[in-house]
């Protein structure tokens, strides 16, 4: 049977307004100019290189003076995947998630050799300069992990405390290719249903997700094409051809990883196949590193979970009663 979200546009449409309520006021849709340097345009002729605007979109959560935490997604994720998490830390704690330049409502880059890791990197430092922050902590998911790592490691004074949800200093190029092959393609999707299926067969390893929460990150993810007469993603297709061009790399910063002097969580899905067993083993031989292992989750964790709220909020604290290195979640239901 087909859920009633899923009949037509229409419904769907209704369905996600319903379901952002729960979010209503609770958070602000700002903007900051991100100028784009000359020393990131190397594919651009150097007749025509030079510095130029962007515009990056961020929401906002929690009082303003309350402690900083940012939070940067993957390749192709967007601000409002962090929702869920963001309206139960903001409680005491100021949340900015963040759109990377060429997705979600976050402008685009004026050539696709523009797009990278670098690019990355910048616009995360200059995201904290705008905020003025100091000590801040980043949460990264995948690719945005990879970047809190590199810019931590250059910015120790900017960055307190690092948590990585399901990403590691070291990503296979052949996990690359093969998530690169499916994100590179333009999708058009002619129905709920069909984005239903294929979202939810893309999404499969990011563990039990409720039907609503696929929903409301997807309705964001994406948006009406009156070209393509149906929703597309929400990103400029030449960043995800850029990282299908790169792909053939491993990613590798064990340098920055060692440069880092932040505690840091990893959030590790017990089923992914990004952050895997060897990595994770190299990893752990840092001190000041807590893990926690999430059951029948892959790469990588939506973060909805309360339990996944929980230790994050347990960590942020420094309560005596923070996860043990290496403690798996399974492990701390049981002794509940």
């Not at 491993?250 to 089923?271: C, D, F, K, T, Y």
């Not at 989750?297 to 290195?325: E, Q, Y």
Request: charged fraction near 20%; charge should be positive.
């Amino acid at each position: 049977m087909i859920p009633d979200s899923q009949k037509n546009w229409s419904a769907y449409e209704t369905h996600a307004a319903g379901f952002e309520t729960r979010f209503t006021g609770y958070y602000a849709a700002r903007r900051f100019d991100y100028i784009h340097p000359v020393r990131l345009q190397s594919g651009v002729p150097r007749r025509l290189r030079k510095p130029y605007s962007v515009s990056v979109a961020y929401t906002e959560w929690g009082a303003v003076d309350a402690p900083l935490v940012i939070c940067v997604g993957g390749v192709a994720n967007c601000a409002h995947r962090f929702h869920f998490l963001a309206a139960e830390l903001s409680h005491d704690h100021r949340l900015i998630c963040l759109d990377w330049v060429g997705r979600g409502r976050s402008g685009w880059l004026a050539d696709k050799s523009e797009y990278g890791l670098e690019t990355c990197v910048e616009q995360l430092h200059q995201s904290l300069r705008h905020l003025g922050a100091h000590k801040a902590t980043l949460i990264g998911s995948s690719l945005g992990g990879i970047a809190a790592m590199v810019l931590s490691s250059r910015h120790h004074h900017l960055v307190g405390r690092l948590i990585l949800n399901d990403t590691g200093p070291f990503i296979s190029a052949a996990r690359r290719r093969r998530r690169a092959e499916t994100l590179a393609r333009h999708y058009v999707f002619r129905t709920p249903a069909e984005m239903g299926r294929k979202v939810g067969i893309s999404q499969r390893n990011d563990g039990p997700i409720s039907q609503d929460v696929r929903l409301y990150t997807t309705y964001h993810q994406t948006q009406w094409s009156a070209a393509d007469d149906g929703r597309i993603y929400r990103h400029d297709p030449r960043a995800l051809i850029a990282f299908r061009d790169e792909a053939h790399q491993n990613v590798n910063v064990w340098s920055s990883w060692w440069q880092l002097r932040q505690p840091i969580l990893a959030l590790h899905g017990m089923e992914s196949d990004v952050l895997r067993p060897p990595t994770l083993r190299r990893m752990m031989q840092r001190r000041d590193l807590t893990v926690i292992h999430i059951p029948d989750t892959g790469h990588t964790p939506v973060l909805d979970n309360p339990d996944h709220i929980h230790f994050i909020r347990t960590w942020l604290n420094d309560s005596p009663h923070a996860p043990s290195l290496g403690q798996s979640l399974s492990a701390l239901r049981r002794s509940d």
